[in-house]
Every structure is written in structure tokens, then in C-alpha cells.
């Protein structure tokens, strides 16, 4: 519950904070967040997709789904995340001064991975959509 809770808090910045959305994205994403109908559309799927995480829906596809858009941004703030208290000069990627708050996406990384794994064994919070869904 507490990673679908961790990917509602992400949908639902689409909706409140559009603009900083797109700043972010502009930032690390190429700009694939152009503007505030793409954001909203996103954060309605986020929004869907952090319901079925919590009530257990189509585990195989909701876990995989959660793993993947996390993996994206650890992989798109990799520089965020070798240089956590910013010993590497200022220039390029790097901006010389700590981010350590980036490294706490690698233990999310490997929870969302476990529970993808584990998917079978995550019977506390089992839906009606029960395992045959997913």
C-alpha cells in the first residue's frame, strides 16, 4: 500500500502543481511534459494506476507498470545519484552542491521490484480482481 500511496503522491502533483511538472520535465525528460494537457493526462493514468496498486488490481501489470516508470526516472537522474553530496565540480550534468535525497529512489527502486516479484505472495490486500487479473 505504501508504493501505491508513493505513485498517488505523483499523480496527483499533475493535477495541483501542472507547471512544475513541466519544469521537471523540461529539466530531466527532454521536455516529454510539454504542457498541461499531456500533464493532466498523465496523472489521471497515475491516478488509476495508484488505485489498482493499493486495491491489488492486475498485480502482473500494475507492479511491472510501477517498476518501469521509476526505473525511467532513476535512469533519467543517474547523476543525481552517483554524485549524492556533490564532490564533482560544478559543469555539465553535475551541479556541485548535495542532492542526497536522489539516492532514496534506489531502495524504492528495489521495493517496487520485490513486489513485482513477490506478486503471488502479496495476498493481504487481495481484491475482487484476485489473481486471475493479474
Given at each position: 500500500?505504501?508504493?501505491?500511496?508513493?505513485?498517488?503522491?505523483?499523480?496527483?502533483?499533475?493535477?495541483?502543481?501542472?507547471?512544475?511538472?513541466?519544469?521537471?520535465?523540461?529539466?530531466?525528460?527532454?521536455?516529454?511534459?510539454?504542457?498541461?494537457?499531456?500533464?493532466?493526462?498523465?496523472?489521471?493514468?497515475?491516478?488509476?494506476?495508484?488505485?489498482?496498486?493499493?486495491?491489488?488490481?492486475?498485480?502482473r501489470?500494475?507492479?511491472?507498470y510501477?517498476?518501469?516508470?521509476?526505473?525511467?526516472?532513476?535512469?533519467?537522474?543517474?547523476?543525481?545519484?552517483?554524485?549524492?553530496?556533490?564532490?564533482?565540480?560544478?559543469?555539465?550534468?553535475?551541479?556541485?552542491?548535495?542532492?542526497?535525497?536522489?539516492?532514496?529512489?534506489?531502495?524504492?527502486?528495489?521495493?517496487?521490484?520485490?513486489?513485482?516479484?513477490?506478486?503471488?505472495?502479496?495476498?493481504?490486500?487481495?481484491?475482487?480482481?484476485?489473481?486471475?487479473?493479474?
Amino acid at each position: 500500500m505504501a508504493l501505491g500511496g508513493f505513485l498517488f503522491l505523483w499523480a496527483i502533483e499533475k493535477f495541483i502543481i501542472p507547471g512544475k511538472v513541466i519544469k521537471l520535465s523540461k529539466k530531466f525528460f527532454f521536455g516529454a511534459l510539454d504542457d498541461v494537457t499531456t500533464t493532466y493526462a498523465l496523472g489521471a493514468v497515475l491516478t488509476i494506476m495508484s488505485v489498482a496498486f493499493i486495491i491489488g488490481a492486475y498485480k502482473r501489470w500494475v507492479y511491472l507498470y510501477g517498476f518501469a516508470l521509476h526505473a525511467i526516472t532513476v535512469i533519467f537522474t543517474w547523476f543525481r545519484i552517483v554524485d549524492p553530496y556533490g564532490l564533482i565540480e560544478k559543469g555539465g550534468l553535475f551541479r556541485g552542491k548535495p542532492e542526497h535525497l536522489f539516492l532514496a529512489s534506489i531502495p524504492v527502486l528495489a521495493a517496487f521490484w520485490v513486489l513485482y516479484v513477490m506478486r503471488d505472495s502479496d495476498t493481504k490486500w487481495r481484491s475482487r480482481f484476485g489473481n486471475a487479473a493479474g
